[in-house]
């Protein structure tokens, strides 16, 4: 008898995703275990922090997403040990064996050391921490309503954000345009005017991995939003109330958001495997580990060089991309074959900086403006899943642009 060969994926974001997605009709056993029982679109959820969606609009359950994938099971729970000799996993106490493992476990934020700003600053990595963010954010605007002392109400209406990648410029145009579009409408006597965007960046340029044009309209874009940018700017430190940079300045603010770098998650340091730079797991150009052909890792959580050298960037299309490259050499293992080295495709750049503003770099043009900002709406659309959550999400979008408001201004305490 000819036993059915079991696949079993750890994380339901991108890369686990697609794996699960790709064996769909593959004569294998997949089971898909996270931790929470949705998957999570990570790229929009500054737009849950900034009140301009709700985070149902951004995830889905993993259930419903498999709904009519026979091959395929769901568990809930998380994973907290991996016997790669007996190939067994941990889970809950539970153990579940496998024949071919997919550790697509992803990442988390890395504080590099500043332990105290998990809980002093905020943070966008799941859908607590972006509406902890939101409610921190309007509460300060109700705070300042009625805040007499002009030096207080200066430090609540002073949001610095640290980290000049995609995310923290992203973060940085919504919240300035949050401000100069909505809140002035909802606090009339308030002086918004007094309100300041930083945007602290360690390097000589927003956007350090995108071409030098399109950092350079990204700053451009910025500072028309009144955002302040500081390059070659550290942060040293943060209280809760101040930040303080490299060279002792301080700036007075109750609001640090963090979106300066990314770790792989706590489980690959559990693992005795080797590691590379940011806990991220080395695999093989195969995207096996070497010691055990059978287990994959895909995603923010693997290692892996390009052809010039540089590690693969943590980003939701090489994780999709990985995910499906492990599919098919678990494919082909599974009928006697050999698995494949994997490469990546890069489709290009893309981050919007507000309203009618984002840079793209795309098949190796790049641009700026309006259409770039159409083709980041469009794209983020088509990427979110669920047809309700697509509509949801476009019906909103429409509706701030053309009547500059957003959605989801509500204060719920956890
Ligand atoms: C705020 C933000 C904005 C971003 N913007 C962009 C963007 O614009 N473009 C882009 O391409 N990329 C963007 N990224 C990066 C992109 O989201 C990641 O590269 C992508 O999510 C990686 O996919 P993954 O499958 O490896 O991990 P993830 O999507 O992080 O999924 C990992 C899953 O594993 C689960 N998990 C972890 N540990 C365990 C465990 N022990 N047991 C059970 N389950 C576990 C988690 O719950 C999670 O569901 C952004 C990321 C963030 C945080």
């Known amino acids: 008898m000819n036993v059915v060969p079991h696949v079993l994926?750890?994380?339901?974001?991108?890369?686990?995703?697609?794996?699960?997605?790709?064996?769909?009709?593959?004569?294998?056993r997949v089971t898909l275990i996270d931790r929470r029982n949705h998957h999570l679109f990570q790229p929009l959820l500054y737009q849950v922090?900034?009140?301009?969606?709700?985070?149902?609009?951004?995830?889905?359950?993993?259930?419903?997403?498999?709904r009519h994938q026979k091959n395929f099971t769901f568990q809930m729970g998380e994973v907290t040990e991996i016997n790669f000799d007996q190939r067994f996993v941990k889970l809950d106490g539970s153990i579940?064996?496998?024949?071919?493992?997919?550790?697509?476990?992803?990442?988390?934020?890395?504080?590099?050391?500043?332990?105290?700003?998990e809980e002093r600053g905020f943070q966008l990595k799941d859908i607590p921490s972006a509406r902890r963010t939101r409610n921190h954010l309007l509460s300060l605007f109700e705070r300042a309503s009625h805040e007499g002392d002009a030096e207080k109400r200066a430090a609540m209406l002073t949001f610095v954000i640290v980290g000049g990648g995609p995310t923290g410029v992203e973060t940085a145009g919504a919240l300035a345009e949050l401000i100069e579009h909505v809140m002035v409408k909802d606090f009339p006597r308030l002086n918004l005017n007094e309100a300041r965007v930083v945007l602290l960046e360690a390097g000589?340029?927003?956007?350090?991995?995108?071409?030098?044009?399109?950092?350079?309209?990204?700053?451009?874009l910025l500072?028309?939003?009144?955002?302040?940018?500081?390059?070659?700017?550290?942060?040293?430190?943060y209280d809760g109330q101040r930040v303080t940079l490299g060279d002792g300045t301080q700036i007075e603010s109750q609001t640090l958001i963090w979106t300066a770098g990314v770790k792989a998650a706590e489980l690959a340091d559990r693992l005795g495997v080797e590691q590379a730079s940011?806990?991220?797991?080395?695999?093989?150009?195969?995207?096996?580990?070497?010691?055990h052909p059978e287990a994959f890792v895909v995603g923010d959580a693997a290692f892996l060089a390009d052809a010039d050298g540089s590690p693969l960037p943590?980003?939701?299309?090489?994780?999709?991309?990985?995910?499906?490259?492990?599919?098919?050499?678990i494919r082909r293992l599974a009928a006697g074959g050999e698995a494949r080295p994997f490469r990546y495709k890069d489709p290009g750049m893309l981050a919007t900086v507000g309203r009618n503003a984002a840079v793209a770099r795309i098949y190796g043009l790049s641009f700026s403006g309006?259409?770039?900002?159409l083709i980041w709406v469009v794209l983020h659309i088509y990427r979110i899943i669920g047809f309700r959550n697509r509509l949801a999400v476009m019906f909103n979008w429409a509706w701030d642009y053309f009547f500059y408001e957003n959605q989801t201004r509500l204060i719920i305490e956890e």
């Open 370 to 373: 309006f259409l770039a900002w």
């Open 223 to 237: 500072q028309k939003k009144h955002v302040e940018i500081l390059l070659n700017t550290r942060m040293d430190d």
């Open 278 to 291: 940011a806990g991220r797991i080395r695999v093989e150009p195969t995207l096996q580990l070497a010691r």
């Open 49 to 66: 922090a900034i009140a301009g969606l709700l985070p149902s609009q951004i995830a889905q359950p993993v259930r419903t997403i498999f």
């Open 204 to 220: 000589p340029a927003l956007l350090g991995a995108y071409p030098d044009e399109l950092r350079r309209a990204a700053h451009r």
């Open 314 to 329: 943590m980003l939701s299309t090489v994780a999709i991309q990985q995910g499906k490259a492990a599919a098919d050499s």
């Open 9 to 28: 994926i750890i994380g339901a974001g991108f890369a686990g995703l697609e794996t699960a997605r790709s064996l769909a009709k593959v004569p294998v």
């Open 96 to 117: 579940i064996a496998y024949d071919y493992l997919v550790l697509a476990v992803g990442g988390r934020t890395n504080f590099f050391g500043h332990d105290a700003l």
